[in-house]
């Protein structure tokens, strides 16, 4: 009998605790400043949440990304506002749950995912659109990761830049900051140039520092400068003078070792490709 009331007490008081705990992380709320993996959490204003997500140019197809989701207030907002889908990764489980728990709250937890896991680790290759408040070593560590994304991918960070990768976009309310990047595409290296008509045979060489692009183009014996270079994402254009003095025009899209595109010159539009040379 003894045995049987210490067995019932043991389940009453198990049962206590864990109600206790449950309603403890039900009633969870995070504290301004408090520590996670690698930054303490201060929370996005909405207004620049807004902003942030504004200078994305978000569009139905993106896949938002958020690398420190906190609160989550930045994947919901994506989702709520944009109809995408999100996914924030956060490290802290607590604060993982407690922006699960507001996504559903606010009607968008069938498109906001919320990952506990570390930034370093995780793998977010499939967004579009990555945003993050972190500290400024942190934006470095993850800048070759970010660079190797697919062209045109926007990356949104709140307050910090990312050193000598400049910004594309930059905001500021005279209080707090956001920069706006596009990953471009990697064009360094030489290209062979051929036109439809087979009347352009060219080498160009292209110089790059992220969305940075120079170069030369060789042409009938003569190199010429490449002028107006310049590259978003995967698309590229430039100029150059020919040796009868014509202005030609290049615009094309990067896909993977080829570029296609239109050139403009005599006063006609020809189809072209542009190989990368091994």
Known sequence: MKIKLLALFLCMFLGACATQSTNADSDYKPMRGQMGKDVMWLQTAQNLVNQMLAMAQIK????????????????????????????GIEYHQKLADFAKKNAIQAGVGDKVNIIKGDIFVEDFSKAT????????????????????????????SHEFDMGEWQHDQFYTDGKE???????????????????SDAKLDARIQIDQQFQSIGGTITYAGQQKPLLGAQIKGAQIRFQFVASD???????????????????????????FEIQRQP
């Open 129 to 156: 659109v990555v945003t993050m408040y972190l500290l400024p070593e942190l934006n470095l560590q993850l800048r070759t990761t970010l660079l190797q994304m697919k062209p045109g991918t926007r990356v949104v």
């Open 177 to 195: 900051k956001a920069f706006l990047w596009i990953v471009p595409a990697n064009v360094k290296g030489v290209w062979h140039l051929k036109d």
């Open 245 to 271: 003095d014509s202005l030609f025009t290049v615009q094309a899209t990067l896909n993977q070792n080829t570029m296609s595109g239109e050139l403009w010159a005599w006063g006609r539009t020809l189809p």
């Open 60 to 87: 139905s197809d993106d896949v938002v990304y958020d690398l420190g989701a906190g609160d989550g207030i930045i994947p919901i907002t994506a989702s709520k506002v944009y109809g995408v889908q999100s996914v």
